[in-house]
């Protein structure tokens, strides 16, 4: 079981209006002076106890509830409020436990009041009249809380998984297409390559350049059609990739710092930085020898800038096939790509966030 989500994060301080029937007592009754301070110790203890176990799961849940259970019980000669902060305990048992489990531990906590109440002689017939429902009852949100959270971790696990799903889906639609396109394409270069060749050799100059024509018409309309592939490719957002590529640095032994604000870009442009993104990140992966890597948004007006750079040694900077296509891909949306080499490669995308035209 997770810990509380934020919204009962935020109403742990609404539940501790609980409290009012530990705090009424300290108006009503005179007490002595060092029984005011045992009072705010404990008070303080319980709280500490308390917001720990909104921030603990379940299996770590145990310790917080002791600590409120050895407050309550210390503090309950003195202040027979107490009993409130039992129910704070029955409430985390309830959220935390397996239904075994929370039966003994509830029995438990009952024979521990009523002991108590027998050996304290507490002539307030309340401590048990109110006490063990109000304990019960506080215990029994605390199951319904535990249902509501096992529902909201199988929502978003289904979710989670749908969207797995839609990826597999969309990488296999595009290897299907890459299939198909680059197939074909690449066998229709090497005949009309080999056909220019064997023209060239008999000298035929008019009708191998004829040849080569069409294979550069070929080969740009197939760059026109894996572009088109891909572009349809879907992902989880600026958001989520930059954190997946964050994380494979770091597996990977790197330093992995994000800086600035993630804009918000149209989904062509998203996908286009994503992509670029993935490519110079699997660069670094592959050719750096550094530990450190930054990745920056820094947004001024309508011109975002995008840097990556890493502290890697490199003894010149050559750019590839790779680098080329992402020159071309980010040229599709406007955007530019420069790399300096200076204590490591610096990677700057440079992306104008105005509209587009068709």
Not at 86 to 111: D, E, H, P
Request: glycine content about 6%; aromatic content about 8%; hydrophobic content about 45%.
């Amino acid at each position: 079981m997770q810990p509380f989500d934020k919204m009962e994060t935020k109403l742990s301080w609404v539940y501790l209006i609980n409290l009012v029937f530990f705090i009424i007592p300290l108006f009503t009754i005179r007490f002595e002076l060092w029984q005011y301070l045992a009072m705010a110790t404990a008070l303080l203890i319980f709280l500490y106890c308390y917001f720990w176990a909104y921030r603990c799961n379940r299996n770590e849940m145990v310790k917080p509830v002791v600590g409120i259970v050895v407050v309550a019980t210390l503090i309950t000669p003195v202040n027979y409020g107490a009993i409130a902060l039992f129910a704070y305990a029955g409430f985390f048992i309830g959220y935390a436990c397996r239904l075994q489990r929370y039966l003994l531990l509830m029995t438990m906590l009952i024979v521990l009041l009523v002991l108590l109440y027998v050996l304290l002689g507490i002539q307030w017939e309340l401590f048990l009249l109110m006490g063990v429902p109000v304990v019960l009852g506080v215990s029994l949100l605390g199951r319904v809380e535990q249902a509501k959270q096992r529902q909201r971790l199988a929502e978003r696990q289904s979710a989670d998984e749908i969207k797995q799903l839609a990826t597999m889906v969309e990488r296999e639609r595009i290897g299907r297409d890459l299939h198909d396109i680059l197939g074909h394409t690449l066998s229709s270069i090497i005949l009309k390559a080999d056909l220019a060749e064997k023209l060239l050799m008999h000298q035929q100059t008019d009708a191998a350049r004829q040849q080569l024509s069409e294979l550069s018409q070929i080969a740009r309309d197939a760059l026109s059609q894996v572009r088109q592939s891909v572009s349809g490719y879907k992902h989880q957002g600026l958001t989520a990739e930059v954190t997946k590529l964050l994380n494979r640095l770091r597996d990977a032994g790197f330093q992995a710092e994000l800086h600035g604000e993630l804009p918000i870009l149209d989904p062509r442009r998203e996908t286009a930085v994503v992509l670029a993104l993935t490519e110079l990140v699997t660069n670094i992966m592959r050719h750096s020898q550094g530990d450190s890597c930054q990745l920056s948004f820094v947004q001024q007006g309508k011109q975002l800038q995008i840097q990556l750079s890493d502290n890697g040694r490199c003894s010149e900077l050559k750019e590839g096939n790779g680098i080329t296509g992402l020159r071309e891909r980010l040229a599709a949306i406007g955007a530019t790509l420069a790399l300096e080499q200076s204590d490591g490669v610096t990677a700057s995308i440079q992306l104008s966030l105005q509209e587009q035209t068709a």
